[in-house]
């Protein structure tokens, strides 16, 4: 039996003040427990799509719920982690992940115990005392999902966050945020230049097409979780890793300006 | 050579040709202008000699720049919260100030005398005005460069006004703040000093070290006035290696600034 939504796009549009179309009345609904993938060629609003559900820009029509409720007032229910990892770098990395819950106003006490809890969940728990910038870019980005964490949110919206790492760092994190939702368990919109990572993480794809940014196609992802280094080299999950490819260079294909 | 002790050979023999050079030009004068110079071993001599009268102008100066500094802290944090807080402000008030911190000050010392009256009053009130400005600027420049990402966290989790400014930009601003402080450390006692000088006062204890210098100065007592110049300088350092300690302190695990250079 499907579970009710836990994200509700319906007709979505959005245009920042006169500007064109960023996003064309997007429908998308997301259940508890969905893993959904954001991909699509740049500058198709994919950002966009993420900070509207966040309630971090205003919508130009339709609507958006989460949890029942407008983004504003389900904002205790969501947590989003940027391509960057935006940790203050004055702050030790036990204190950076306690400030959602700081800002929160929850106590010193708890905040270290759950800053602790997260920081071990994400391997960790060893580097609390350390600064940001003594840490590698792997490991910073670990710190910013363990700051997501903190909060037990019931969303989970990641723009890009592996963008910026190499492909070994990559994918061990792919593997660790799945293994981290063995404990916690969270709805989660990615976006993703990479097919493979969207294949490997999702149950779900979105493709996006670009001017105006819109819903091109939905491919469902059929492995069973968990997966693992095993489930990479399935020929199952190659021949999927094909397809999205080939959907996706023809749908970047459709968006380039014709050339004369 | 190792380098540690090159760095500390070259400047000693850097120093130690600079006080040939000094005794040098001293004796190669016409013996009745040789007063005009006083010799290094003169100006100790002075120390000696006027001891009182330089440890209690020395305490004056040290009084007016402290509180000097400290009024121009706590204003400039003051109006660079206001100034970061609304661009309106912000906007319409900043050339000015820019064109305040070109001011020479020093200009305005004599009204200022008649405006508060010398002796520490005007000398509090001139530091204040020398070490204001480098202070404003830097602190509110820290203020409005917060990282646009954080600022960007802070509202996803939907942190009050407050909790931005305190918990974000005021830590952000710190490099900016002590950069600021830096500058007015090295002005404020030059500025006491120069205060002191056209507003000091013998009333109450004596007045400063720029009050000492013009008695010196009409005395003919050279050496001296040497060694109040020495005196200001010790107390210049003084007073930046207190805001280098505090910065260190403030900023050094995190900061780049501070990156060692073996990692
Ligand atoms: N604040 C803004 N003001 C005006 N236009 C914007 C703003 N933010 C985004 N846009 C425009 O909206 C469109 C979609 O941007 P968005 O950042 O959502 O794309 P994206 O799919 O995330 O791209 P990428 O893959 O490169 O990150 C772009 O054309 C962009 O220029
Ligand atoms: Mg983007």
Known sequence: MPTPPLVELRDVTKRFGAGPVVLDRINLTAGEGDFVSLIGPSGCGKSTLLRLIAGLTPLTDGGVTVCHQTPDQAAAELAFVFQEPTLLPWLTVTHNVGVPLQLRGIGREQRLAISRRVLELVRLGDRGAAYPRQLSGGQKMRVSIARALSLSPKLLLLDEPFGALDEMTREHLNEELLAIREHQAWTAFFVTHSVAEAVFLSNRIVVMAAKPGRIHAEIAVPFAYPRTEATRLSREYLDLVAEVSRLLRSVEEASQPVHA | ??????????????????????????????????????????????????????????????????????????????????????????????????????T????????????????????????????????????TQGLI???????????????????????????????????GLRIAATLAPIGALVGDYTAGSSAGDGGGLGFQAIIYSSQAKYPALFATAAVTCVLGFIFVAIVLSLSWLALHHWHDSYERADR
């Open chain 2, 1 to 102: 050579m190792n380098p540690r002790l090159k760095s500390i050979l070259l400047p000693a023999a850097a120093g130690a040709l600079f006080i040939a050079v000094w005794y040098a030009i001293r004796f190669a004068m016409a013996e009745e202008m040789q007063f005009l110079l006083p010799t290094p071993g003169e100006i100790l001599g002075a120390f000696r000699e006027n001891g009182d009268s330089l440890a209690r102008a020395t305490l004056n100066t040290t009084e007016g720049a402290l509180l000097g500094f400290a009024a121009a802290i706590l204003v400039s944090m003051g109006l660079a919260l206001a100034l970061s807080l609304s661009s309106l402000v912000r906007v319409s008030l900043y050339p000015y100030l820019m064109m305040l911190q070109m």
């Open chain 2, 104 to 139: 020479p000050v020093i200009i305005f010392a004599p009204i200022l005398v008649l405006w508060v009256g010398a002796g520490l009053k005007s000398v509090v009130v001139i530091t204040f005005l020398i070490c204001f400005f480098p202070l404003v600027v830097n602190t």
């Open chain 2, 145 to 179: 460069s917060t990282d646009r990402n954080l600022v960007e966290l802070f509202r996803m989790y939907r942190a009050n006004k407050a909790q931005e400014i305190f918990l974000l930009r005021v830590p952000s601003a710190l490099p900016y703040f002590f950069t």
